[in-house]
């Protein structure tokens, strides 16, 4: 017997939500977030002390030197000179990280992927806080053709953080019907 062409299919149940995060979960997250942050001010600690006075620790030559930069902006010295804005969006990232959390800390990948993220941001929000400027340290060149710009541990947390997210949700099973 064939089926009536006019009859639709019968209609798929949609995928189920990934299921959320736990309390021990979240915990994790946030224990990781508070890991990073504290090695995050414990480097910057380290580098001010002993790069003062414009001293470089060269690592690999031609490829990595550790040297001191004050940073009052964000990533490449964007928004310079802009305080306030960069506190209020670290702060209004975190209560965002903090009010998703359940659904951040959903699997393993994005319980690393949120503490990373999370530990970079306060990382990187204690400096503005506390001086104004953001300590950055880590210099990745190719001898004198190419710099990078200086960065820390907390820009680091933040960039791979939000790659691992990416990645997350890439693995993620998609819980929206399609239509």
Request: charged share 15%.
């Amino acid at each position: 017997m064939e089926a009536d062409p006019a009859t639709p299919p019968p209609a798929r149940a949609p995928a189920p939500p990934p299921p959320a995060a736990d309390g021990r979960a979240i915990a994790r997250a946030a224990a990781l977030a508070l890991v990073v942050a504290a090695l995050d001010q414990l480097s910057k600690a380290v580098a001010v002390r002993a790069l003062a006075d414009g001293a470089r620790a060269v690592l690999v030559p031609r490829l990595l030197d550790l040297s001191l930069a004050l940073n009052d902006g964000a990533a490449w010295s964007m928004l310079a000179g802009r305080r306030p804005l960069l506190v209020g969006v670290s702060a209004a990232m975190l209560l965002l990280l903090a009010a998703e959390r359940r659904a951040l800390c959903a699997t393993r990948l994005s319980r690393i992927a949120s503490g990373l993220l999370a530990g970079g941001i306060l990382g990187n929000l204690a400096d503005r806080l506390r001086t104004g400027l953001v300590v950055d340290f880590i210099h990745v060149h190719r001898g004198d053709a190419w710099h990078f710009p200086t960065f820390n541990l907390a820009d680091s947390a933040i960039c791979i953080g939000v790659a691992l997210l990416l990645l997350a949700n890439l693995l993620a099973p998609c819980s929206r019907t399609r239509r």
